[in-house]
């Protein structure tokens, strides 16, 4: 099943924790200025705007990061995020938003390899679209067997954005294997995987995250992981009734994400614990 289109969701709180992240983190590879391999596993879309009906329809981009731009203006950002700032406020001159490909394509450093995969057939053909003009390496196929298949790397110096839907439960089963397989043949990467906070998941994403955790730390004990959130609503704060019969009652939708972060760069951890409390204090609805 490949239903999911990002169009609905493009920078809502999600993407806000993600994208900050994914600036960090390029950061962090451009500051010794050598090359480097980096890997975006659910690449969508590209780009994406925000006068959609698809957007207009939900409302998250309003929530989120128009949100954050204008609040931005009156109470003063950490200077760590202003880097993410600066390239959502360029896309927001033009009512778009960029998804990951297009973030690191801006930030790429020298002669870095970038290499992006994307299953749906509509959203790839969007991507190539959206990057015609850029140094991009695009694969038409499942994400997972795309990086399984092509690391380690030949620059081994890299990083890996790992981006799910979770549309199908078999996401959180690949998460946990591909990526401890991944890591065993290329533990100089940072790996990065974003994942939701949804209620009646709670236990899977739970499950999802210690698997990988233990997996990671039986290759190498010594390995950093680092493993942050951003909630702005409570776990009862709205329903979702489109899941009712499917999984026996009435339970929330995404009301936060989380970013768990092997071999993250150094001080990444210092950088989040400012920002975070930021967007928190801008973004959260009132908590019930």
């Given at each position: 099943?490949?239903?999911?289109?990002?169009?609905y969701h493009a920078g809502n709180h999600a993407d806000i924790l993600k994208h900050t992240v994914l600036v960090l983190l390029m950061e962090s590879l451009n500051a010794k200025q050598k090359?480097?391999?980096f890997f975006d596993t659910h690449a969508g879309s590209g780009l994406y705007s925000l006068d959609d009906e698809r957007a207009l329809k939900t409302g998250e981009s309003e929530r989120g990061i128009e949100r954050l731009l204008k609040i931005s203006e009156k109470k003063s950002p950490p200077e760590e995020m202003l880097s993410y700032l600066e390239i959502a406020k360029k896309y927001y001159s033009l009512r778009k938003y960029p998804g990951s490909p297009l973030i690191v394509s801006d930030l790429?450093?020298?002669?870095?390899?970038?290499i992006a995969s994307e299953l749906h057939n509509a959203e790839f053909e969007n991507l190539k679209e959206n990057t015609r003009s850029r140094k991009i390496n695009l694969h038409h196929r499942n994400g997972w067997e795309m990086l399984n298949a092509l690391t380690p790397p030949q620059i081994k110096r890299g990083a890996i954005l790992c981006d799910p839907s979770y549309e199908e439960l078999s996401d959180y089963e690949n998460a946990h294997k591909v990526l401890s397989a991944v890591y065993k043949k290329w533990q100089t990467a940072t790996i990065?995987?974003?994942y939701?906070?949804?209620?009646?998941?709670?236990?899977?994403i739970d499950n999802m995250k210690s698997a990988l955790f233990a997996s990671i730390r039986k290759i190498n004990v010594s390995t950093e992981i680092l493993d942050v959130n951003l909630c702005v609503e409570?776990?009862?704060a709205h329903k979702e009734t489109s899941l009712k019969h499917a999984i026996g009652s009435e339970s929330p939708r995404l009301y936060g994400s989380g970013m768990f972060i092997i071999n993250p760069p150094w001080k990444l951890d210092e950088k989040l614990s400012v920002i975070?409390?930021?967007?928190?204090d801008v973004l959260c609805a009132e908590i019930s």
């Open positions: 099943m490949l239903s999911y289109i990002h169009a090359p480097y391999t790429l450093f020298g002669e870095s390899v970038h990065a995987l974003w939701p906070l949804i209620r009646y998941r709670r236990d899977i409570s776990e009862n975070l409390p930021y967007m928190r």
